[in-house]
């Protein structure tokens, strides 16, 4: 992999578009790392990470200000904090992964009533074949 990605390939990469990732960076959430000659943004594999994490908290119905607090964490605990504040900033990354772990259950269970749906609908449409 190269140093830098353009836009494209982080896209292909992580399965977002074009348009998502320019508004993850129109609200502040991933800037590019740099700018080639011609101005196209370019990415690092830390950029993609991001974007990553960003794509994986969207299913639970996290805020854009719920995902700017969890990319704040994880730099803030990147940079090597001292005692107290890496103690405050692992209760906030605790608080996020309680919320993570609580959304998580609500949409197994949303999940299993679809599944039940579908099962119904399926008994319908072969009771309705069998006539």
Same mark, same amino acid.
């Given at each position: *992999?190269? /140093?830098? *990605?353009?836009?494209? @390939?982080? %896209?292909?990469?992580?399965?977002?578009?074009?348009?998502?990732?320019?508004?993850?960076? @129109?609200?502040?959430?991933?800037?590019?790392? /740099? =700018?080639? /000659?011609?101005?196209?943004?370019?990415?690092?594999?830390?950029?993609? $990470? =991001?974007?990553?994490?960003?794509?994986?908290?969207?299913?639970?119905?996290?805020?854009?200000?719920?995902?700017? +607090?969890?990319? +704040?964490?994880? #730099?803030?605990? $990147? %940079?090597?904090?001292? $005692?107290?504040?890496?103690?405050?900033?692992?209760?906030?990354? @605790?608080?996020? =992964? /309680? %919320?993570?772990?609580?959304?998580? $259950?609500?949409?197994?269970? =949303?999940?299993?009533?679809?599944?039940?749906?579908?099962?119904?609908?399926? @008994?319908?449409?072969?009771?309705?074949? #069998?006539?």
């Amino acid at each position: *992999m190269s /140093a830098h *990605m353009q836009i494209g @390939e982080v %896209a292909t990469r992580t399965g977002l578009s074009l348009r998502t990732l320019r508004y993850y960076e @129109e609200v502040g959430l991933v800037a590019p790392s /740099a =700018r080639s /000659a011609g101005g196209f943004r370019l990415y690092t594999a830390l950029d993609v $990470d =991001r974007f990553e994490l960003i794509k994986r908290m969207k299913p639970l119905d996290f805020s854009l200000e719920d995902m700017r +607090g969890l990319l +704040g964490v994880v #730099d803030a605990l $990147d %940079a090597e904090p001292d $005692d107290a504040e890496r103690a405050r900033l692992l209760g906030e990354l @605790e608080s996020l =992964r /309680a %919320a993570a772990e609580e959304r998580v $259950d609500t949409l197994r269970t =949303r999940l299993a009533w679809a599944e039940e749906f579908a099962a119904g609908l399926d @008994e319908r449409v072969r009771a309705q074949r #069998d006539r």
